[in-house]
């Protein structure tokens, strides 16, 4: 079974600074995008950053310049490092990644994780 746990949520004030960090466990072989994605309340699940097993990456108009995303591959991690935080960026942020299990490594499967809440308020 394949799992993604996010951690580092939390409250902070505006302009404050967090990091989230995702983990991949169970019997993977593979992973290949990760990102993060956010849903603030009443709004829709939006894409905020992505990066490739190769490390390329990708983000949302609305987090360029203030967020970064990277991953450790050998420790099946992806972060987001998120600076000068704004009301806007609250909600529930949830990790994702494109993985194949051992138990069928010719097929890739999209994953999710349980998501975790972020505040920015004063």
């Known amino acids: 079974q394949v799992q993604l746990v996010e951690s580092g949520g939390g409250l902070v004030q505006p302009g404050g600074s967090l990091r989230l960090s995702c983990t991949a466990s169970?019997?993977?072989?593979?992973?290949?995008?990760m990102g993060w994605y956010r849903q603030a309340p009443g709004k829709q699940r939006e894409l905020v950053a992505t990066?490739?097993?190769?490390?390329?990456?990708g983000y949302a108009d609305s987090v360029k310049g203030r967020f970064t995303i990277s991953r450790d591959n050998a420790k099946k991690k992806v972060s987001l490092q998120m600076n000068s935080l704004s009301p806007e960026d609250t909600g529930v942020y949830y990790c994702?990644?494109?993985?194949?299990?051992?138990?069928?490594?010719?097929?890739?499967?999209?994953?999710w994780g349980q998501g975790t809440q972020v505040t920015i308020s004063s």
């Open positions: 994702n990644a494109d993985i194949s299990a051992t138990v069928v490594p010719w097929r890739t499967a999209n994953y």
């Open positions: 169970g019997r993977i072989n593979r992973i290949d995008a």
């Open positions: 990066i490739t097993r190769g490390l390329s990456t």
